[in-house]
T-cell receptor
Framework: GQSLEQPSEVTAVEGAIVQINCTYQ??????LSWYQQHDGGAPTFLSY????GLEETGRFSSFLSRSDSYGYLLLQELQMKDSASYFC??????????FGIGTKLQVIP | NAGVMQNPRHLVRRRGQEARLRCSPM?????VYWYRQLPEEGLKFMVY????????ESGMPKERFSAEFPKEGPSILRIQQVVRGDSAAYFC?????????????FGPGTRLTVL
């Protein structure tokens, strides 16, 4: 099976940079994804890493180290609207994805 | 290009009634996933379907829950004889062909309340 660990809560200041870590244990591994979910909203896809290294998409970047079973989401130039929950998700088998419990990010002025 | 559609958005049922949740995937997507989310918790995988086939239902309770994705029409998640513990948000997601599970597009969810 798969299990993922990520911090439950993170607080950061507007304009700053925040990193949300995710470690995983899985019997197979195809890739690590990140999703954002605002309160009362639906999860939306942010990024995906299948290979080691950094993927950058605007203010958001995602990193993966397969040898360490570790990844992180980096948010730069934080804005108030970035306050949300962020989920890492692992595809360990054919089409089945396991989500972490989510990290609640609070951006403060 | 319409996204994933779910209805109803809110559903109230009394204990013992049936709940039917519908999901229409994005145009061109043939894979559908159902997840359950309790307040302040993550998404729990329930079932993965392709047209007319259940591929993986390992996350779905063995009793009272069933899912289908017919050749025509939306995917349906059915909960029979609902209990208060079934109260949750149920999200449907869709993806394109093989390998698309890494990029899932979620619907707005159905909030089920069991009285």
């Amino acid at each position: 099976g798969q299990s993922l660990e990520q911090p439950s809560e993170v607080t950061a200041v507007e304009g700053a940079i925040v990193q949300i870590n995710c470690t995983y244990q899985t019997s197979g591994f195809y890739g690590l994804s990140w999703y954002q979910q605002h309160d009362g909203g639906a999860p939306t896809f942010l990024s995906y890493n299948a290979l080691d290294g950094l993927e950058e998409t605007g203010r958001f970047s995602s990193f993966l180290s397969r040898s360490d079973s570790y990844g992180y989401l980096l948010l730069q130039e934080l804005q108030m609207k970035d306050s949300a929950s962020y989920f890492c998700a692992v595809r360990g088998g054919y089409q089945k994805v396991t989500f972490g419990i989510g990290t609640k990010l609070q951006v403060i002025p | 290009n319409a996204g994933v559609m779910q209805n109803p958005r809110h559903l109230v049922r009394r204990r013992g009634q049936e709940a039917r949740l519908r999901c229409s995937p994005m145009k061109g997507h043939s894979h559908v996933y159902w997840y359950r989310q309790l307040p302040e918790e993550g998404l729990k995988f329930m079932v993965y379907l392709q047209k007319e086939n259940i591929i993986d239902e390992s996350g779905m309770p063995k009793e009272r829950f069933s899912a289908e994705f017919p050749k025509e029409g939306p995917s349906i998640l059915r909960i029979q004889q609902v209990v208060r513990g079934d109260s949750a948000a149920y999200f449907c997601a869709s993806s394109p062909a093989r390998g698309g599970a890494d990029t899932q597009y979620f619907g707005p969810g159905t909030r089920l309340t069991v009285l």
